[in-house]
């Protein structure tokens, strides 16, 4: 079983509708980051979070520690957001150090039709 | 402001040939990072370096070296192409230990062929 785990793997949309992708993950983590990698390939980082939630425009994402559990939300969805949303952690190292270094989900590839 | 630079783009390997895969990063971080990407699959830390001069392994290092000359570049290398090794590369790098929390920052991939 992957440490990250990414629900769905596949969605499909309707311009205009609300989308939740889910990121559950088994070990302790010091941050969670979403990220965005568009046709053609470019990753970009679109949250990092360690408690709470975050709001970028359209876009909000939650993390519930406790729970181990994050979701990425899109509100009135556009063909433009069409995508791979891609969930990574930043697993927790005690008495040591990471190194910055991420556990990545297999993404979840999101078509928004207009 | 270039951020992450990879090149090639694309390269097409025949079995048994070498290459050399070039990030080069112009916001002066100390951590930089080597994933390759399979259909389906999650990124994997191919070797990762915290400064010039030092470098690990990551997940997935066997048929890699790696070098850090500079803070800038941290190139991969690919000493007997294998199949295996078709994939979509990505360099990323992010900022100095003390900076907590930070993002990482991505080039926009290589995508190489061995046939």
């Known amino acids: 079983k992957n440490e990250v785990e990414q629900s769905p793997q596949n969605l499909t949309a309707q311009e205009g509708e609300f989308i939740t992708i889910n990121c559950s993950y088994s070990?302790?983590?010091?941050?969670l980051h979403w990220l965005q990698q568009h046709p053609g390939g470019g990753i970009v980082s679109l949250f990092m979070l360690s408690s709470g939630k975050k709001k970028h425009g359209r876009l909000i994402a939650t993390i519930n520690i406790q729970e181990k559990h994050s979701s990425l939300h899109i509100t009135a969805s556009h063909p433009r957001d069409s995508a791979v949303y891609i969930c990574a952690v930043r697993p927790s190292n005690a008495g040591g150090t990471s190194y910055g270094k991420l556990t990545f989900g297999q993404g979840t590839i999101l078509t928004v039709h207009p | 402001n270039a951020g992450v630079t990879q090149t090639p783009k694309f390269r097409i390997l025949k079995i048994g040939q070498s290459m050399t895969l070039q990030c080069a990063q112009d916001?002066?971080?100390?951590?930089m990072y080597w994933y390759r990407q399979d259909p389906g699959m999650g990124l994997k830390l191919i070797y990762y370096s915290v400064g010039a001069g030092i470098t690990d392994k990551g997940e997935v290092p066997n048929g890699y070296n790696v070098s850090r000359s500079t803070t800038e570049d941290f190139p991969l290398r690919l000493e007997l192409a294998a199949p295996s090794q078709t994939s979509v590369y990505f360099c990323a790098s992010s900022p100095p230990r003390t900076v907590m929390h930070q993002p990482q920052h991505f080039g926009d991939g290589t995508r190489l062929s061995i046939l």
């Open positions: 070990v302790g983590i010091s941050a």
């Open positions: 916001m002066n971080h100390n951590y």
